[in-house]
């Protein structure tokens, strides 16, 4: 990465007063570049604590939508305003106000990949780090609806031996991620364990040893006893996972599991975008204070 950039890009952060966030499964220079990485829920975080006055998202829309929600009074810049969530897009909010006209009593469950309009409908926004407690948190004789993504809500289903009314969603990068791809990974790394994100196809989480959101792997894997991991979620992941453990090794279960969206961050979009504070995230006051509410549900559960 020519330094020029680098240095342009810490000059105007000092000037500009930013933080940057970036998610795990960003570009490894883009991740390398910010102030802090994780997942949503973590960046999130970080954004709700920070003295900083203009907050840079690397990651995609819904993100920078969430920290837009939690920080009313800040600037939220995204540095390509393509970075979308397919997964996301697939909630739209006439087919969920349908759903829940189908479905009056029950509560509505929401993956934060979803926008904030969807958010502001729902009663309760989850994680993958948090969907289990979360839903377990919704007394049993109540119906769950659990929108967008379907395999995620099938896992947390399975987990708590409880039945959901599931969304048609799903991630497209996940799904690209098949059993016979795992098998091979297996049979090349016979003493590997294999961790997968929960939006893996069922059989893909079923056959893991371990199922987990990205903040959970980064866990599993620094504690574990093995030095060989199968990795089954976006091939980001891959970059704090060994930055973390040097001494551990990380084989993606896909060299597939690519999100497009993801990868559209780069240092120079970074650059301009602090340097045309563009493009600015923003959420209609309303909308805000519902999803909001969603999202402070979901902190307060334990
Ligand atoms: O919540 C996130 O950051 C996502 C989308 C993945 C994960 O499991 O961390
Ligand atoms: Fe959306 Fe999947 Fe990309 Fe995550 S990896 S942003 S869920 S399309």
Redesign the pocket.
């Known amino acids: 990465m020519p330094n020029q950039l680098l240095k342009r890009l810490a000059a105007l952060k000092r000037q500009r007063n930013a933080v940057i966030l970036g998610?795990?499964?960003q570009r490894p220079e883009v991740q390398d570049a910010s102030d802090y990485t994780?997942?949503?829920?973590?960046?999130s975080r970080r954004a709700a604590e920070t003295d900083a006055d203009v907050i840079l998202f690397c990651?995609v829309r819904f993100?920078a939508e969430t920290a837009a929600v939690i920080c009313p009074d800040k600037t939220v810049l995204i540095p390509d305003p393509n970075a979308g969530?397919p997964m996301a897009n697939m909630a739209t909010p006439r087919e969920l106000e349908k759903a829940k006209a189908e479905h009056p009593d029950a509560a509505v469950v929401c993956?934060?990949?979803s926008s904030a309009e969807i958010k502001a409908m729902s009663d309760v926004c989850c994680?993958?780090?948090n969907a289990v407690s979360v839903v377990k948190s919704i007394p049993e004789d109540r119906e769950v609806l659990f929108i967008p993504d379907r395999s995620l809500g099938s896992w947390v289903a399975k987990q708590l031996g409880r039945e959901l009314i599931l969304w048609p969603g799903y991630?497209p990068t996940h799904h690209r991620i098949l059993t016979k791809h795992v098998d091979a990974a297996r049979r090349a790394h016979p003493n590997a364990e294999v961790v997968v994100?929960?939006?893996c196809l069922d059989d893909v989480a079923a056959g893991a040893d371990h199922v987990?959101?990205?903040?959970?792997?980064l866990r599993y894997c620094r504690e574990s006893k093995a030095d060989q991991f199968i990795i089954g979620?976006?091939t980001g992941?891959l970059h704090p996972l060994r930055k973390e453990n040097p001494d551990k090794e990380f084989f993606p279960a896909a060299e597939l599991a690519d999100c497009p969206d993801m990868k559209l961050t780069t240092i120079e979009k970074m650059v301009w975008s602090l340097e045309d504070l563009s493009y600015r995230v923003e959420v209609p006051p309303e909308t805000a204070k519902l999803a909001r509410s969603a999202i402070d549900r979901m902190l307060h559960t334990r």
């Open positions: 998610h795990n499964y994780g997942d949503s829920l973590g960046l990651g993100m969530c993956y934060v990949n994680t993958s780090a991630c994100h929960p939006e987990g959101s990205t903040s959970g792997m979620t976006e992941m």
